[in-house]
Nanobody, 114 residues
Framework: QVQLVESGGGLGQPGGSLRLSCVASRTIFRFAAMAWYRQAPGKQRELVAGITPGGTTNYVDSVKGRFTISRDNAKNTVYLQMNSLKPEDTAVYYC????????WGQGTQVTVSS
């Protein structure tokens, strides 16, 4: 079993920045594909960004150029740096780990509002 603990959500200003972190409980992390998903009220969960064990990244078009996903294998941690925030980024953000099985974090709320 792998536990994922997210942090860093909260209230952000339009045009501002937030950084999300997700710590995995096991070293399986370094062999796992990691991703951030989000789910806004009344909408389906969508993939925001992903990163392979080798560091290859991919992003949904709506966040390209604004969000950056990265990982620190020594700390079993994946990050999501969110810049130039927009109100439509408001959602619960979930960390996802895939290594044979799939594991999810509990989610962290991000609200973008002035």
């Amino acid at each position: 079993q792998v536990q994922l603990v997210e942090s860093g959500g909260g209230l952000g200003q339009p045009g501002g920045s937030l950084r999300l972190s997700c710590v995995a409980s096991r070293t399986i992390f370094r062999f796992a594909a990691m991703a951030w998903y989000r789910q806004a009220p009344g909408k389906q969960r969508e993939l925001v960004a992903g990163i392979t064990p080798g560091g290859t990244t991919n992003y949904v078009d709506s966040v390209k150029g604004r969000f950056t996903i990265s990982r620190d294998n020594a700390k079993n941690t994946v990050y999501l740096q969110m810049n130039s925030l927009k109100p439509e980024d408001t959602a619960v953000y979930y960390c996802d780990l895939r290594s044979g099985n799939e594991y999810w974090g509990q989610g962290t709320q991000v609200t973008v509002s002035s």
